[in-house]
């Protein structure tokens, strides 16, 4: 395709909206995806020190 202008590439030819709609979406998950990732991971190194806890151990 030949666009004669910015916004002629921005509209993408009346898909505009749903295009870059979805860009922004998938960017948003790659950015959420690690970040979600990296707290479940916290997490379950948290609750497994807590399950091998020693009972016999004060603190």
Do not use: K, T
Not at 13 to 31: P, Q, R, T
Request: contains cysteine; charged residues 15%; negative net charge.
């Amino acid at each position: 395709m030949n666009w004669g202008s910015a916004s002629e590439f921005f509209a993408m030819g009346g898909y505009g909206l749903y295009v870059w709609g979805s860009y922004i979406v998938c960017a948003a998950f790659m950015v959420a995806e690690p970040l979600l990732a990296r707290h479940r991971h916290r997490q379950a190194l948290a609750d497994a020190a807590i399950q091998f806890r020693d009972p016999e151990d004060p603190s």
